[in-house]
C-alpha cells in the first residue's frame, strides 16, 4: 500500500467533507450518526470550529478512515472504490462474505 497525499484536500474539514460525500450522508445523517448537531458538522467541514479535534476518533470510524488521514491527509488506507468495496463486505453476513470473495477471485482471473 502506497502513502500519498491528496493535494486537493487540505484541511481537516475539506477531507471530512469529501468522505461524508463519499459515504452518501447528508450532514442530518452524519451528526446523528456521532451524536452531535447538524451545525457541528457545517462548522467542522468549513474548518470554523475546534471542537472537532475532541470527536476525530468518532469521525474516522464513521467515515471508515483513519485518524491520520484525517488528522494530515497521509493515506496508507483504502480510498474511493476500494473503501467502497470493503464497506460492502463488511456489511455482509459470513456466508454472503465467502461467495463475494469467490467472485471476486474469479472476476481477477479473467
Known amino acids: 500500500m502506497v502513502t500519498k497525499k491528496n493535494p486537493s484536500l487540505e484541511s ?3 477531507r ?15 451528526a446523528g ?11 467542522w467541514e468549513t474548518d470554523r470550529a475546534g471542537q472537532v479535534r475532541e470527536n476525530l ?3 474516522a470510524k464513521v ?7 484525517l488528522v494530515s491527509g497521509e493515506t496508507g488506507t483504502l480510498q474511493g472504490d476500494e473503501l467502497a468495496l470493503m464497506r ?3 456489511s455482509c453476513a ?4 465467502q461467495i463475494l470473495l ?7 482471473r479473467g
Request: hydrophobic share 40%; net charge positive; charged share 25%.
Open 12 to 14: 481537516v474539514g475539506q
Open 16 to 30: 471530512i467533507r469529501a468522505l461524508r460525500l463519499a459515504n452518501n450522508l447528508t450532514q442530518d445523517e452524519f
Open 33 to 43: 450518526q456521532l451524536g452531535v448537531s447538524r451545525s457541528a458538522i457545517a462548522q
Open 57 to 59: 476518533e468518532r469521525i
Open 63 to 69: 467515515l471508515g478512515t483513519s485518524l491520520a488521514y
Open 88 to 90: 460492502l463486505y463488511r
Open 94 to 97: 459470513t456466508e454472503d462474505r
Open 102 to 108: 469467490r467472485t471476486a477471485k474469479r472476476l481477477a
